[in-house]
């Protein structure tokens, strides 16, 4: 979707007031079976975040002694990976390369009603309401990607020549922030994109090489072991991604997986 | 890391279907390209001298199990990675996700399979087994194809079948020759846009080849 000034549903920016009927997926806690629960919103600003509306939702609840609707966030800005929501069928909502958070309400009209669910997948299971665990990233981080030597402060620029293509790769693929839209748009809930995206981050850079077979291995490993699909190339993941990460660094992911299962020693 | 942990991985999976994968699209460039050989339209003697090479060969029948052994491989897998990754969603969302970014076709690969084994188990029924079964599954001779062809190919519904086969087909590898790269490790800009720009002129030939053999006898272009 390209910017657009003439496509008003979308960039419309002068700024207005509407009322929404906001669907949303309410669910006590792991064990409960939730269900969709309708609200009406009024005077909505045109200006708001997605998530202010739903703030401006909660305290309506909270003054009526209503339980207010859980939702992952914390910077606010689209950088920290928090914020979530399927937002009209749309990880992160109508908008491209954008987060939850960044999502403003212009991309509504008064009298829209807009379905709001958690991310769905067997590997990120249901804490409450919108909120998901998605601490099964975090165990494929800790599987294997980092680098386990302490690379002390900065060193002069050249000192450690790096290709420019690889650097501006490895750092295209650093800009995953770890959101998990991916999983949330693929048919087959695989995290290949995220992975792939933390794979090539480090496999691309000097410093990752010492580890680069193990990691590689491991880290599929942990992905396979916390139980989501397999890839199938169809690109949802790359055309949802906040953070635009490439589907060619899936491509690098499964040459990195061939070439070290094929020479490990193990 | 063990061969069977490498293969039984979800990428390892992956790995399995694109090189089987590849290996089938090499066996349909022969397939296609020795039964154009009816288009010599002369009576099927330049088509049965084919078949006839490719039957009572020792080599092309050895290989021929190698087929049978890709094929069900690319079958089963697929097959158990299509209902593995069905599962893998839990609840199901209640809004669709539409089709951004991705093809109908790539979301498709798993019911378009389906429908080509369906066709693949009708044709084999019509042509390789009965021919395997006159050469008494070994060297044997062959009946004559080119009239079995004109034969089967005289019933509206077997051609039409065949068609809608034939564009399953296409369409399985619209999505799949270029995946089966990009599984395989290629990830250069380049290389990708030119496979997948071989990989649809692929799709297209193949599936109008292979569309207009039936369509030819049934239409009488052919003695």
């Not at chain 1, 629960?37 to 739903?54: R, T």
């Not at chain 1, 994109?193 to 981050?201: E, Q, Y």
């Not at chain 2, 079948?161 to 399953?168: E, I, P």
């Amino acid at each position: 979707m390209k910017f657009d000034l003439n496509n008003d549903k979308l960039y419309r920016m002068e700024h207005y007031n509407m009322n929404l009927t906001v669907k949303v997926w309410r669910q006590k806690n792991s064990k409960d079976k939730g269900g969709f629960v309708s609200y009406q919103v009024k005077d909505i600003s045109s200006e708001m975040s997605f998530l202010e509306m739903i703030d401006v939702l909660n305290e309506k609840l909270i003054v009526e002694g209503a339980e207010p609707i859980a939702f992952d966030h914390d910077c606010r800005e689209g950088i920290c990976g928090q914020c979530s929501l399927y937002i009209n069928g749309k990880p992160h909502g109508p908008w491209m390369a954008n987060t939850t958070c960044q999502l403003h309400m212009r991309a509504f009209k008064d009298g829209d009603t807009i379905v709001v669910e958690p991310w769905r997948a067997g590997a990120f299971p249901v804490i409450k309401d919108l909120m998901v665990d998605r601490s099964a990233f975090d165990r494929i981080i800790q599987a294997g990607g980092y680098i386990s030597v302490n690379t002390g402060n900065a060193v002069d620029g050249n000192s450690l020549p790096i290709n420019k293509d690889h650097a501006d790769a490895s750092f295209a693929a650093a800009m995953c922030i770890g959101c998990g839209a991916c999983v949330a748009a693929c048919k087959n809930s695989s995290a290949m994109l995220f992975l792939s995206a933390k794979v090539s981050h480090l496999a691309l850079l000097p410093q990752g090489e010492p580890e680069r077979k193990s990691r590689v291995l491991n880290m599929v490993a942990q992905m396979d072991k916390e139980g989501f699909g397999a890839c199938t190339n169809t690109g949802a993941c790359e055309a949802t991604c906040p953070k635009e990460i490439s589907i060619s660094n899936i491509a690098r992911l499964n040459k990195e997986y061939l070439f070290s299962s094929l020479t490990s020693d193990k | 890391m063990t061969w069977k942990q490498v293969f039984t991985s979800s990428v390892g999976k992956k790995l399995v279907m694109g090189f089987t994968g590849i290996f089938l699209i090499l066996f349909l460039i022969i397939h296609v390209s020795l039964n154009a050989c009816i288009w010599a339209n002369d009576g099927g003697k330049m088509f049965n001298a084919g078949a006839h090479f490719m039957g009572a060969n020792v080599v092309p029948r050895i290989l021929e199990i190698g087929l049978f052994a890709g094929l069900i491989l690319h079958i089963v897998q697929g097959l158990m990675l299509e209902l593995s990754n069905r599962s893998k969603r839990g609840i199901a969302y209640a809004s669709d996700y539409g089709n951004r970014g991705s093809k109908w076709y790539s979301r498709s690969m798993g019911i378009l399979g389906t429908l080509i084994l369906l066709f693949l188990i009708l044709h084999m029924s019509d042509f390789w087994f009965p021919n395997r079964a006159h050469q008494n599954f070994v060297l044997g001779e062959e009946i004559d194809l080119y009239a079995k062809m004109k034969t089967t190919f005289s019933e509206l519904w077997v051609v039409i079948v065949y068609v809608l086969g034939c564009f399953s087909l296409g369409y399985h590898l619209a999505h799949g020759f270029q995946s089966a790269f990009k599984t395989m490790g290629v990830h250069n800009k380049k290389y990708n846009q030119m496979l997948t720009s071989i990989g649809y002129g692929f799709s297209v030939i193949i599936t109008l080849a292979f569309a207009m053999m039936p369509l030819s006898f049934y239409l009488s272009w052919l003695n």
